[in-house]
C-alpha cells in the first residue's frame, strides 16, 4: 500500500474505521450478513442460470461457508425454554454456552415468511384484478 497517494491511504483508513466500529452501518458483520444473504439467495437453480450469478457463487460460496462455519449460531446455545410464538417462529429463552449470559433468541422462519407473503401478494393480486 506505500506505492498508493496519501489520499487514497487517508480514504482507506476510514473505511477501516467503519468495518472496525461494531456500532457502524458498515461493519465487518453487517458486510458478512449481506453477502451470506445474497449467496443464500442467488443459489437457486433458475437463478443459477445467469452465467453471472454462477461465477460469482463459484468465487464466494466456499469463503461464505467457511465465514459461516465460524460465526454464531443457535447450536452455540442451549435453550433453557420457549417465551413466544408468533406467526413466522418462536423467542426462545437461551443461554450461551461458553459464556452462560442468558439471552432472548427469535427465530425466524425464513420458508414459512417467504410463504405467507406470496399468499398474500396472490390474494393482493386477486383482489387488484376484480
Request: with cysteine; net charge positive.
Amino acid at each position: 500500500m506505500s506505492n498508493f497517494d496519501p489520499e487514497y491511504r487517508i480514504r482507506l483508513g476510514k473505511i477501516e474505521e467503519r468495518l472496525k466500529d461494531p456500532n457502524s452501518d458498515l461493519n465487518i458483520n453487517s458486510l458478512l450478513d449481506g453477502l451470506s444473504a445474497l449467496v443464500s439467495d442467488l443459489d437457486h437453480p433458475a437463478i443459477k442460470r445467469n452465467k453471472s450469478v454462477e461465477q460469482f457463487l463459484t468465487k464466494y460460496g466456499k469463503p461464505v461457508d467457511f465465514v459461516n462455519s465460524c460465526r454464531m449460531r443457535h447450536a452455540d446455545f442451549d435453550v433453557v425454554k420457549v417465551i413466544g410464538r408468533g406467526a413466522f417462529g418462536e423467542v426462545q429463552l437461551v443461554r450461551h454456552r461458553s459464556t452462560r449470559r442468558v439471552y432472548a433468541m427469535k427465530l425466524l422462519s425464513k420458508t414459512e415468511m417467504v410463504r405467507r407473503l406470496s399468499l398474500k401478494g396472490k390474494h393482493n393480486s386477486f383482489l387488484f384484478d376484480v
